[in-house]
Nanobody, 123 residues
């Protein structure tokens, strides 16, 4: 079991940056693939990025590629999402998620979820 708590969301102007953090409880954080998803108002939750347990493998949605960077610090049991060049369409609740079975962009693959943190980008 792992419990996830996101932080770092807020209000930012278009073109600005935010860094989200996902703090995990438990001794086996380094075994989990970590991912970020987001859900905008009146839209389905969508994949943003994932990072493998070692940090060597990352993958991004096309909509954020080149602007967002996912990373992790296994010593701190924390995953991060650095978001640069933010756009109003990035406005959403951002969720981190964890999976032990492998890696992928499918929401149903991830068994553990945080409560979400709101990111609002003003134009």
């Amino acid at each position: 079991q792992v419990q996830l708590v996101e932080s770092g969301g807020g209000l930012v102007q278009a073109g600005g940056s935010l860094r989200l953090s996902c703090a995990a409880s438990g001794r086996t954080f380094s075994s989990y693939t970590m991912a970020w998803f987001r859900q905008a108002p009146r839209k389905e939750r969508e994949f943003v990025a994932y990072i493998s347990w070692s940090g060597q493998r990352t993958y991004y949605a096309d909509s954020v590629k080149g602007r967002f960077t996912i990373s992790r610090d296994n010593a701190k049991n924390t995953a991060y999402l650095q978001m640069n060049s933010l756009k109003p369409e990035d406005t959403a609740v951002y969720y981190c998620a964890a999976d032990l079975t492998g890696w992928g962009a499918g929401e149903t693959q991830y068994n553990f979820w945080g409560q979400g943190t709101q990111v609002t980008v003003s134009s």
